[in-house]
């Protein structure tokens, strides 16, 4: 008896006979499982390939990988970093002495160990030829170092004849003009600061000249990616103990950053994570959900042969499982070869393009940020194993828990409400004269898919919420990437901003007169000492023709007394810091006001002599020290070295609060210098215009748009006038490379930032295409497997006289009223998700620009009539041709053997 | 064999209940053939269901096969049913996704019964379906269904047999085939069969004949018997007294 199931289990048998009966719609549910697995694995995935490459991006921006470091570290302080639980690396940096070229400094030399530059140094570097340096003599340079060299072809073992001497003047071995060996060189970011690029040293030369590595720079990266420069801080601080002299300097991770110019924060991104899962989840619990009434009146009549509830929980576990395990397979394999095998070539094309050269360097990267080279192409992985895991649990989940329920049903019902099991409650309900009443008005097949789509309450609320879902999920997909754009924070920026860089205006005002490179102001009035003056203003301005406003930011480079000065104290680092003042207008100082929650203070800020001090990340476990000092007064005056400052030059401020930059909330107002070192006094304009009767106004940037036809040409003029200032500032004495002006064009940086711009935008968009895919997915496997699944009803219909052109009438109608629904559902709390969502990013993201996503709403609405409409068509045509094909076969062979 | 004391069932009907089975108490013996006759409504299907266990009733005794059922919780009935008891349904209820051999040793399988081909092949030669045996049900005519149907009720060797008007979608001729064939093969075979009906000629070839009214039982004690006018009572010709529904005939 061969092809029979003699020697099958009673379970095998009725499996066999489930999965036969359930032929089509275990096709649609296999079919599905396997595109909800390819369609989260690859959202997740390419969003995380986006992620890994923007904090590629930051990370090249940083130099390292580090996020916070202690300065001056000792043994010590190293030890107990080392020790805590969520330092993830530590690392050292020795900032061991400086390069010269014709007396003045072009490099800065650093040493580090093995380990801290292969981790933290090396994936920060844009290209790298050789090794890094083993011997005493041996070094590692810049391409841009090189290039200040004459050296244009340089090879690794090269000799080099260079001058260097060390940070600490009390070290006299290894110094001045010696023979090095290039080792090898790098190409490093240009993050715009314009500061001494670096070159690398050997830990033995530390050795040979008789110094430790100690003190030195403490390095460390922190497990708590999603913890701010700020938090992180504040955790550092309370865990090790600084002396006198150290410092700690926390900023937001590369991973924080990337996080959060795409998402705005991890708790948004982990929103959306579970709005997507939500999502997904029930596009598999849904069509699970619309053939329960089948399964359970099938599970009934098993019931009644003397199959257990345990028997059964076992067979629809086994085809829940042989459907999820055949579905995520070929979701998975299909995934890996897109996620492996196409994403990183696009992402690294098109995402990363403008930042490296495809040269087929050496790999650079590890394996959290997943970046490797491949036969001279640059990629970004997107693969990452936790995430494969998450699809393929996801749909295991939903399978689980929707077949749970459907077992819960069973369980609870008797084999009489079993074969009887209808989910038509509401239908009971319906008052039958008014529904005769309203047939005689109503369209009568319009009035049964009401009573269909309605037969199940919660049935109907789950597959209306999980439509609308995947549809406001691509909304805000839609919003989120037209938001974070990154044209929208460059359009943001004025045209031209022409300013004076920190280096130089610091440079000459600490320098004693008399010294070579002071000869910029011979006049030793401090008056006079003014870098960039109204009329060196007006004169450039003249030469383009500037729309709009002129926007100056303006201020004083200030000394303060020694009573301001332990206003600084509590703010680490602050010896190393630049202290400025600058005038900020009624509006930004509103909004710093309300940032610090000061209300109290708006009088003394606005109109007295008040002032906030405006900080970056140094204000580390110091906050009940630095709240004793508000309200202390602050003496200012003219920063001259060597110059007795009249008494009757200084001014007043007071301390209304410290402010920290970096803090996520703070208010997006333009700094004059934005570094690390820079401790900024904000003053109102009124407190500006008290203070200029005893100091000297300083422009330190102007910003201004042009016309837009006029943009190249005001760029060329404008480019030639600061490069002459510079030139003449060079002639005043001032060594190779300190420029006094700098000009950063808007159309440069988008020119830049074009590959990004781009690149981002397809991503965002293939995002955003997996998503309604998706949604596409869930409507069309709800529709066929709603078909599909009431086959007997459809049949019995046929027996009263509905005809089949009827029932696809029908089912459009059931299939609008869902579409309706879900429409209604976006138009109302849709709408107030996506304006939600405006608000969060916009106080995120300063540049977040919302647009309300009109074009995603008309393609979402079409496309979902469309479906609602030509799913039901198609498939009974297809239906149809099966049908007949069967009964012809049945008619030619009436002895058909099955089995 | 089977023993009932007491039966009560009720059901919700709106703000309403109806007893499905009211005081229902008969004993049968081993190997009879006993006919269920009552209207739509009367309550014989439920007892056909609490008597394989697929209900449980809200009150009363019964026993089935030595099996106290009403003491057993639901997977313990569901284990007693497919042991002790062969269902034939009025829709036969086949599996239309499996040929008839495997519908006919699915019961078997459940209880992990080896298969053995010449039991199989004598019930089928017995019901005539012997050549349709590897066919799917859905292309066999209803008296052929049904005969597939006793087929798997009987290939168990259940000590009871139950059967839902099973010849209530068949014709005259297929349905007098498949009670001739049922009661042949139960009297080979020492089962007892208790069949619901409406075909009063089906009754006449009963051991005895239950009537179901409301939910109350009267009980022929003999075989012969004839319903009065309205198929309200039975008249037992042996004793020629009417015995009564509901004790309103005298």
């Known amino acids: 008896m061969k092809g029979t199931g003699k020697h099958l289990s009673a379970t095998r048998l009725l499996v066999r006979a489930y999965w036969r009966k359930n032929k089509a719609f275990n096709l649609i549910l296999l079919c599905t499982v396997a595109m909800v697995t390819l369609s989260s694995f690859c959202v997740f995935s390419l969003v995380q390939g986006k992620l890994n490459a923007d904090v590629k991006s930051y990370i090249y921006d940083a130099g390292m990988t580090a996020d916070a470091y202690v300065e001056n570290g000792t043994e010590d302080i190293s030890d107990e970093i080392e020790n805590l639980s969520f330092a993830s690396r530590v690392g050292y940096e020795k900032r061991a002495g400086k390069l010269f070229q014709e007396g003045n400094p072009f490099c800065e030399c650093v040493i580090y160990e093995e380990e801290t530059f292969q981790t933290m140094v090396l994936p920060a570097l844009l290209h790298m030829e050789g090794a890094y340096p083993q011997k005493c003599d041996e070094i590692m340079l810049s391409t841009k170092a090189l290039e200040q060299l004459d050296i244009n072809e340089p090879k690794v073992g090269m000799t080099i004849w260079l001058e260097f001497y060390w940070n600490d003047f009390t070290i006299g071995k290894l110094e001045g003009k010696q023979e090095f060996v290039l080792s090898g060189y790098f190409k490093e970011s240009d993050n715009g600061v314009g500061g001494l690029s670096k070159a690398f040293l050997a830990k033995e030369r530390l050795s040979r000249a008789g110094m430790t590595l100690y003190p030195c720079r403490i390095l460390l990266e922190t497990d708590q990616v999603y913890l701010n420069g700020l938090q992180v801080g504040k955790q550092l601080t309370s865990k090790i103990r600084l002396n006198d002299g150290q410092y700690l300097i926390a900023n937001d991770s590369a991973a924080y950053r990337a996080m959060r110019s795409s998402l705005g924060s991890y708790g948004m991104a982990v929103v959306f994570c579970v709005f997507l899962f939500l999502f997904l989840f029930f596009i598999l619990y849904n069509l699970k959900l619309v053939s329960l009434e089948s399964d359970v009146r099938e599970f009934g009549l098993w019931k009644a042969l003397g199959v257990t509830d345990e028997e059964v929980g076992q067979i629809y576990k086994r085809l829940a499982w042989d459907i999820w395990l055949v579905g995520t397979g070929f979701g998975t394999a299909v995934g890996s070869i897109v996620v492996c095998g196409v994403f990183p070539r696009i992402l690294g094309k098109l995402y990363l393009g403008g930042l490296m050269e495809s040269d087929g360097t050496v790999q650079v990267g590890d394996g959290l940020f997943g970046w490797a080279h491949v036969s001279g192409q640059q990629m970004v992985s997107a693969f990452d194993f936790r995430w494969l895991l998450v699809s393929v649990a996801l749909t295991g989940l939903a399978m689980a828990v929707a077949s749970g329920a459907a077992m819960q049903k069973m369980r609870k019902l008797s084999f009489r409400e079993a074969v009887d099991f209808t989910e038509s409650k509401a239908a009971k309900k319906i008052n039958l004269h008014r529904l005769i009443e309203k047939k005689r008005k109503r369209n009568v097949l319009s009035e049964l898919a009401w009573m269909n789509a309605l037969r199940s309450k919660k049935k109907f609320i789950s597959i209306v919420c999980s439509l609308a879902l995947g549809w406001e999920i691509v909304l805000c997909a839609s919003v989120i990437s037209d938001g974070i754009d990154k044209m929208n924070e460059l359009e943001a920026n004025p045209d031209f901003t022409i300013g004076i860089t920190q280096s130089a205006a610091v440079r000459v005002l600490t320098m004693p007169w008399g010294m070579e490179g002071s000869g910029l102001f011979p006049d030793e009035d401090a008056k006079g000492r003014v870098f960039f003056s109204d009329r060196d203003v007006e004169e450039l301005l003249a030469r383009v023709k500037v729309t709009g406003e002129v926007e100056k930011i303006k201020g004083y480079i200030p000394v303060l007394n020694e009573e301001g000065l332990t206003n600084m104290e509590v703010l680490n680092g602050y010896k190393d810091a630049w202290i400025i003042i600058q005038v900020f207008d009624e509006e930004n100082m509103g909004q710093l006001l309300e940032y610090a929650e000061k209300g109290d203070l708006k009088e003394v800020i606005q109109t007295g002599n008040g002032t906030f001090i405006l900080h970056k990340n140094l204000l580390n476990g110091m906050e009940a020290e630095a709240e004793k000092k508000i309200g202390t007064e602050i003496d200012v005056s003219d920063l001259i070295v060597g110059v007795q400052v009249d008494p009757a030059e200084k001014a007043t401020l007071v301390n209304c609060g410290y402010l920290n930059v970096e803090d996520e909330a703070f208010p997006h107002v333009g700094l004059a210098w934005p570094d690390d070192a820079t401790i900024c006094l904000a003053v109102s304009e009124d407190t500006f215009d008290v203070l200029a009767e005893h100091m000297t106004i300083q422009n330190f940037a102007v910003r201004f748009d042009v016309e837009k036809e006029q943009e190249p040409t005001a760029k060329e003029t404008l480019k030639n006038w600061v490069n002459q200032a510079n030139v003449a500032f060079l002639e005043t004495g001032q060594p190779y490379g300190v420029e006094l002006f700098f000009i950063t064009c808007n159309s440069d940086a988008i020119a830049e930032n074009e590959g990004y711009i781009i690149g981002s935008r397809i991503l965002m968009f293939v995002v955003s295409l997996f998503l309604v895919f998706a949604a596409i997915v869930n409507y069309t496997s709800m529709s066929m497997g709603n078909a599909t699944s009431r086959r007997r009803e459809f049949e019995l219909l046929g027996n009263i006289g509905v005809t089949k052109k009827q029932i696809r009438r029908m089912l459009v109608w059931e299939s609008l009223i869902y579409f309706g629904a879900s429409t209604i559902l976006i138009l109302t709390v849709g709408n107030r998700m996506l304006f939600l969502l405006k608000d969060y990013m916009e106080s995120k993201l300063y540049y977040f620009m919302f647009c309300y996503p009109i074009g995603a709403w008309i393609g979402m609405f079409l496309l979902f009539g469309a479906i609602s409409i030509l799913v039901p068509q198609m498939f009974w045509r297809s239906r149809n041709h099966q049908l007949s094909h069967n009964y012809r076969e049945l008619v030619d062979n009436p002895s058909r053997k099955y089995g | ?250």
């Open chain 2, 1 to 250: 064999m089977i023993k009932a004391h007491g039966l009560r069932k009720l059901y919700a009907n709106g703000d309403n209940t109806l007893a499905a089975l009211d005081e229902v108490s008969f004993e049968v013996e081993r190997g009879e053939f006993i006919v269920i006759l009552g209207a739509s409504g009367s309550g014989k299907t439920t007892l056909l269901n609490v008597i394989s266990g697929l209900e449980k009733a809200d009150r009363g005794y019964i026993n089935v096969d030595g099996v106290e059922l009403q003491i057993l919780l639901e997977e313990e009935r569901t284990r007693f049913r497919r042991e002790h008891v062969g269902i034939v349904f009025q829709k036969f209820n086949l599996i239309p996704e499996l040929s008839v051999f495997d519908n006919i040793i699915l019961p078997s399988r459940l209880v992990n019964r080896d298969i053995k081909e010449e039991e199989v092949l004598e019930i089928v030669d017995e019901l005539g379906i012997r050549e349709k045996l590897f066919l799917m049900p859905g292309i066999l005519s209803g008296g052929e269904q049904q005969r597939v149907a006793i087929a798997r009720a009987l290939y168990t060797r259940p000590s009871v047999i139950l059967a839902d008007e099973p010849t209530g979608n068949l014709d005259s001729k297929n349905g007098e085939d498949v009670i001739r064939l049922m009661k042949t093969l139960g009297e080979r075979y020492g089962q007892t069969i208790l069949l619901v009906t409406h075909d009063e000629r089906i009754a006449q070839v009963a051991d005895r004949v239950f009537l179901m009214k409301d939910g109350k039982m009267s009980v022929s004690d003999g075989k012969e018997f004839s319903l009065n006018d309205n198929g309200e009572s039975i008249v037992m010709k042996e004793s020629g007294k009417l015995s009564a529904i509901g004790g309103t005939l005298s």
